[in-house]
């Protein structure tokens, strides 16, 4: 059963760009991962799924309920960790626990101290002088202390320090041993790794790729690093490639070569095309070295991003 469900769900601002004809589906259980660079529409898309914001057009539901029509019954059932966190001014961390267990008509007492232990959040700290992570935290433990069907995570790690970061993670693996589905939107790739079957890459409002992580992972791309007498020689020969092919329609330009890092003698780029096209060109370059690896997670997305 999926828990989570769009059907071209569309949020626009006029002239600005909200989001596009959003079609997912997040199926019970599942830790889901929901990817894209900041302004990509993250945001946008979580705060129409709750209810929060009223989309242009397409519609959306959550357990099998609209989104719209029982925006009370999903919250109650929903535990939200925004991206950014504010309180009532002159209140304490055990009061605002308080308030949001009462809002959902739950006694929470017991797994609100539970979980303030081991996030190390003291309860009676005041909320006008907490730190990001402080926050950050307090929205955590306002989200999973009524332990809710459905987790749904807004960027919700930053400000938090590695180690409550892994204690965090922890945390949302118990839950999801207990049946729960999480919803995590990350613009840390590692994180979606990690934790992710399935996620969603978003781009501009639009969804670009959606599967298995493995999937979304594999590519023919490759990560060549060089060592080289001269970098500013292999510079100037790629810039005369350029020149010689740049010119004229439909001439064959060679390989493609993107994300060029130079450090030092070294030389490195990520390539994705035909590996004879490849070794064609370097038998043009005087190098010492080479190496040729799979391209790290952020690479293998980026071109998701351009």
């Known amino acids: 059963m999926d828990?989570?469900?769009?059907?071209?769900?569309?949020?626009?601002?006029?002239?600005?760009?909200?989001?596009?004809?959003?079609?997912?589906?997040?199926?019970?259980?599942?830790?889901y991962g929901f990817i894209g660079p900041n302004g990509a529409g993250k945001s946008t898309t979580i705060r129409t799924l709750l209810g929060l914001i009223h989309p242009t057009s397409g519609k959306a539901s959550i357990m099998n309920m609209d989104v719209q029509k029982n925006k009370r019954e999903i919250l109650e059932n929903t535990g939200y960790i925004p991206s950014e966190a504010m309180f009532y001014?002159?209140?304490?961390?055990?009061?605002?626990?308080?308030?949001?267990?009462?809002?959902?008509r739950k006694n929470c007492r017991e797994e609100?101290?539970?979980?303030?232990?081991?996030?190390?959040?003291?309860p009676g700290q005041k909320t006008d002088e907490l730190s990001l992570g402080n926050r950050k935290k307090v929205s955590?433990?306002?989200a999973l202390q009524h332990s809710p069907k459905l987790y749904i995570f807004d960027e919700p790690t930053s400000g938090l320090d590695?180690?409550?970061q892994k204690e965090f993670f922890e945390i949302l693996k118990e839950r999801r041993a207990g049946g729960a589905?999480?919803?995590?939107?990350s613009h840390i790739l590692s994180e979606v790794q990690r934790y992710c079957s399935r996620a969603a890459v978003i781009r501009e409002g639009r969804l670009v790729a959606c599967g298995d992580i493995a999937d979304l992972a594999r590519t023919n791309a490759r990560r060549v690093t060089l060592t080289l007498p001269d970098s500013t020689l292999f510079l100037k020969q790629l810039r005369e490639q350029a020149e010689q092919t740049g010119g004229h329609k439909g001439v064959h330009r060679g390989p493609e070569i993107r994300d060029l890092k130079i450090e030092g003698s070294s030389v490195s780029?990520?390539?994705?095309?035909?590996?004879?096209?490849?070794?064609?060109?370097?038998?043009?370059?005087?190098f010492t070295d080479i190496?040729?690896?799979?391209?790290?997670?952020?690479?293998?997305?980026?071109?998701f991003y351009e």
Not at 112 to 122: K, M
Not at 293 to 300: G, Q, S, Y
Request: hydrophobic content about 40%; charged content about 20%.
């Open 89 to 104: 001014s002159g209140t304490t961390v055990s009061e605002i626990l308080n308030l949001s267990a009462k809002l959902r």
């Open 291 to 303: 190496t040729i690896t799979e391209p790290d997670l952020n690479e293998i997305f980026m071109h």
């Open 181 to 185: 589905t999480i919803f995590l939107s």
């Open 162 to 164: 590695p180690l409550i």
């Open 269 to 286: 780029f990520l390539y994705q095309g035909d590996m004879k096209e490849l070794v064609e060109f370097l038998t043009q370059i005087a």
């Open 112 to 122: 609100s101290r539970r979980l303030c232990e081991r996030l190390q959040l003291d």
């Open 3 to 31: 828990i989570i469900t769009t059907e071209h769900l569309t949020k626009s601002y006029g002239r600005n760009r909200g989001i596009i004809d959003l079609n997912l589906s997040v199926g019970e259980g599942e830790f």
């Open 140 to 142: 955590i433990v306002s």
